[in-house]
């Protein structure tokens, strides 16, 4: 399961820095007013976007086939609906008009899903939770600009593990904390965002895991 898991976020994770720094280098050559750079740019973001709906639709189709329906504990179904929600979250990040309707869609039906689960069935110090809980805070402040909902969505899942820290396991110790930490550092960032209010673009998006 978390070689499933890391193997896929290598591969996408590396197109998803790629894209990043196209669309930095298409923006400041529209500033510049090159269109003839502009379009080769643009060209090779597609190819990229290509490349990132191929692979999350590839694991998409996994998850929705065989690895959530075969699901039999409440952690392997959090799990697999956190991984679901995340590679329709990827698929947002570039999509538009309708197709990014849908992604964004997709993504709020896969966390909440998880998340109901989770509320239930997990302590708030466990790390598919917290990782849930922090991915799903990205979400609502990168996709869907709903920030006031990240802050408190993250606040509550760190404050709740932190009440509760002395009951964590010590296997589960390190990437609890990782992710406690990740979900306190964007805390940090988005609220000093907020309080500056300066409109811009280009703030910095949250952490994920």
């Known amino acids: 399961r978390n070689l499933l898991s890391v193997a896929y976020k290598n591969?996408?994770?590396?197109?998803r820095a790629s894209w990043r720094i196209i669309l930095s280098i298409e923006r400041k050559e529209e500033r510049k007013g090159n269109e003839e750079h502009v379009v080769t740019v643009r060209?090779?973001?597609?190819?990229?976007?290509s490349e990132l709906s191929t692979i999350?639709?590839?694991?998409?189709?996994?998850?929705?086939?065989?690895?959530?329906?075969?699901?039999?504990?409440?952690?392997?179904?959090?799990?697999?609906?956190?991984?679901k929600g995340d590679y329709h979250r990827y698929l947002?990040?570039?999509?538009?008009?309708?197709?990014?309707?849908?992604?964004?869609?997709?993504?709020?039906?896969?966390?909440?899903?998880?998340?109901?689960i989770?509320?239930?069935?997990?302590?708030?110090?466990?790390?598919?939770?917290?990782?849930l809980a922090l991915n799903f805070s990205v979400f609502y402040y990168d996709i869907l600009n709903s920030h006031d909902r990240a802050c408190a969505l993250a606040k509550q899942?760190?404050?709740?593990?932190?009440?509760?820290?002395?009951?964590l396991p010590?296997?589960?110790?390190?990437?609890?904390?990782?992710?406690?930490?990740?979900?306190?550092?964007n805390l940090i960032l988005w609220t000093s965002d907020m309080q500056e209010d300066t409109g811009d673009d280009a703030t910095d998006s949250g952490n994920g895991h």
């Not at 075969?70 to 697999?80: C, D, I």
């Not at 709740?160 to 009951?167: K, N, Q, S, V």
């Open 92 to 116: 947002a990040e570039f999509k538009t008009g309708p197709e990014l309707k849908d992604s964004a869609e997709n993504t709020l039906m896969a966390y909440k899903s998880a998340q109901d």
């Open 11 to 15: 591969v996408v994770g590396t197109r």
């Open 118 to 131: 989770a509320y239930r069935e997990l302590p708030p110090t466990h790390p598919i939770w917290l990782g």
């Open 43 to 49: 060209h090779y973001r597609d190819k990229v976007e």
């Open 157 to 167: 899942a760190f404050d709740g593990a932190i009440r509760e820290l002395d009951t």
């Open 170 to 185: 010590e296997e589960s110790y390190d990437d609890s904390a990782l992710i406690l930490q990740l979900l306190r550092d």
């Open 56 to 83: 999350c639709q590839g694991i998409l189709q996994l998850l929705d086939t065989h690895l959530v329906p075969s699901s039999m504990t409440s952690e392997s179904k959090v799990f697999y609906l956190k991984m």
